[in-house]
C-alpha cells in the first residue's frame, strides 16, 4: 500500500473541513463514517430549523446581532446568503422568540464546528478512507 504525501493527506484534511462546513455531516460521509454522518445531519438541521421556526428567519442578523451571527454561520454558508436577505431589515424578529430562535441557530452551529473537528480528527487519525479507493484485505 504506497504512503500518501503529506500534502495529499492536509489536503484531504482540508476536503474533510470544507465538507463537514458546507454539509453537516458531509465531512463524516467521506470518511465513510456514513450512520454517524446522517445523524449529525439530521440533529444539526433539525435544531437550525427549530430555531428559524421559533424566532423567523429575522434571527439571523449580521448586522445587529453579529455575536449570534458568527455562531450561526458554523452551521453552513447557506447561513450567509440567508443573512444577505435579512441585511434589509424586511425581516425583523423581536422579543423572547427571537431570542430563543438565535440560541438554537447559534447551538447549530457550535454543534456543527464541534462535529467538523471530529471529521478532521478521525481522518488525521486514519479512521476514515477516501470514498472510492479500495480498502486492504
Given amino acids: 500500500m504506497p504512503r500518501q504525501s503529506k500534502i495529499d493527506h492536509g489536503l484531504f484534511l482540508v476536503i474533510v473541513a470544507v465538507l463537514a462546513w458546507a454539509v453537516p455531516g458531509a465531512g463524516h460521509f467521506v470518511i465513510k463514517e456514513r450512520k454517524r454522518a446522517v445523524i449529525i ?5 433539525l435544531t437550525f430549523i427549530t430555531g428559524l421556526y421559533i424566532g423567523s428567519v429575522g434571527v439571523i442578523d449580521p448586522v445587529g446581532a453579529w455575536p449570534w451571527y ?5 452551521t453552513s454558508p447557506a447561513v ?3 443573512g444577505q436577505i435579512t441585511k434589509t431589515g424586511q425581516y425583523t424578529s ?3 422568540p427571537a431570542d430563543i430562535g438565535q440560541i438554537y441557530t447559534s447551538i447549530a452551529g457550535m454543534l456543527n464546528l ?4 471530529s471529521a478532521v480528527y478521525m481522518a488525521y487519525a486514519g479512521r476514515g ?6 480498502e486492504d484485505v
Fill in 94 to 96: 423581536y422579543g423572547k
Fill in 129 to 134: 478512507e477516501i470514498i472510492g479507493e479500495d
Fill in 114 to 117: 464541534l462535529c467538523i473537528i
Fill in 80 to 82: 450567509g446568503m440567508l
Fill in 70 to 74: 458568527i455562531g450561526q454561520m458554523m
Fill in 41 to 45: 445531519f439530521i440533529t444539526i438541521t
